[in-house]
């Protein structure tokens, strides 16, 4: 799995093996071991008993309230934050662009409203790009029945044999289930031997081609085929909140300032004053959105800016969180075209399917990459759980 831990062989696995030293071991990722920032286990497996300690612990401690990891769960995220990411989206849309872009300006009402309008069409778009593209392993194109296994990965299949891929699997790293990053590997959850940066995500129920991460706004993995739209949804996501935070202070300092004390900047006070007479009930449902719009804007940066930093490098985010020196020879450009197709600039005016926008990378046997320098492992169990970002 992809939560990892790096650890170090010992001394008695270099001696049974002189083909692995120390310092080839010295990279190895135990997926099971604890969780990373960038991942969190959604149930309890039997590969850690450390971490069923840790959570015993956490629900034991009075200090912290427990009551709320019990709802707060994966599966619960995974269902409301779509919801309250629409309704954000629609609310704030309707709002500037019918209430406060005509109350700000006079002679650029239609300029201004045009600009929201199509800044709202195209996150929705590519909201629903990201969604209903598929990039999970079963649904590719690839002879996927070769590489099937009943309770136990067995020998590696003659297909994979052929791709040189059995040269970069050691029988006794076979038989332990421990496999270099940079190769195939069994999930026991699909029963597929998958390709490098091929992960399982427990919410989605499949492997992902180059999972980069679980996203809670679109309630699914992205990874190959949905890459290019969560970019250009990060970009006009980042731009558009920009946008919208400005009119926003605008409009607060200009049509409500003067109708609010300060303890209504805070939701709950702003709705008790309202139930109680002394204020208007729009003003709590104002502050409510510049509160959520806020919150969305931070968030939006911040996935803005990772997203451009990986796309750059040509990595994923559990390679940049793990430190895996993974090298990708092609240019700039080529990472662009590799993403986005060859005109690669008209996917962030609309987003297309097609031979001319379809990714050009190879998700199977990475053409164009270098595998990490420093001998990195991953350490599988039979226990697969999710991990998201």
């Not at 709705?271 to 009930?281: D, K, P, Q």
């Amino acid at each position: 799995m992809e939560s990892a831990v790096r650890t170090h062989t010992s001394p008695e696995d270099s001696a049974a093996d002189g083909c692995t030293s120390r310092r080839q071991m010295q990279g190895i990722l135990d997926t099971k071991c604890r969780l990373q920032t960038h991942h969190i286990n959604n149930k309890k497996t039997e590969c850690s008993r450390n971490s069923e300690n840790n959570n015993h612990q956490r629900k034991s401690n009075n200090s912290e309230p427990s009551f709320i990891w019990n709802y707060l769960t994966p599966s619960f995220l995974n269902v409301t934050v779509p919801v309250l990411f629409l309704l954000e989206v629609v609310a704030v849309g309707y709002y500037g662009i019918f209430i406060a872009i005509p109350y700000l300006f006079n002679d650029s009402i239609f300029f201004h409203q045009s600009v929201a309008s199509i800044m709202v069409v195209e996150i929705l778009l590519n909201w629903f790009f990201i969604v209903f593209t598929e990039s999970s392993f079963k649904s590719s194109s690839f002879p996927k029945e070769q590489l099937r296994f009943n309770s136990s990965p067995g020998e590696i299949p003659e297909l994979l044999r052929n791709n040189g891929v059995a040269d970069l699997i050691h029988d006794r790293h076979h038989r332990l289930g421990v496999y270099p990053y940079w190769t195939w590997s069994p999930c026991f959850k699909c029963k597929y031997w998958r390709p490098p940066r091929c992960y399982h995500c427990v919410l989605c129920g499949d492997c992902i081609l180059k999972r980069d991460h679980h996203c809670f706004f679109a309630r699914t993995c992205i990874g190959f085929g949905n890459q290019k739209y969560f970019i250009v949804f990060c970009t006009w996501t980042f731009f558009s909140q920009i946008y919208a935070m400005v009119l926003a202070l605008f409009y607060y300092f200009s049509a409500i300032w003067h109708h609010v004390t300060l303890f209504d900047g805070i939701p709950f006070f702003s709705f008790l004053r309202y139930f109680v007479g002394f204020e208007y009930g729009y003003v709590g449902i104002l502050v409510l959105m510049g509160w959520g719009l806020l919150a969305f804007t931070i968030m939006s940066f911040l996935q803005f800016m990772s997203a451009i930093e990986l796309l750059s490098n040509g990595l994923t985010t559990f390679e940049m969180d793990n430190e895996i020196d993974v090298q990708d020879c092609r240019t700039l450009r080529q990472r662009l075209r590799a993403v986005f197709g060859n005109l690669w600039y008209v996917n962030f005016i609309l987003p297309l399917k097609g031979k001319m926008f379809s990714s050009k990378d190879d998700p199977y046997f990475w053409k164009g990459f270098t595998a990490p320098k420093k001998k990195v492992m991953v350490r599988l169990c039979k226990m697969e759980s999710a991990s998201f970002d």
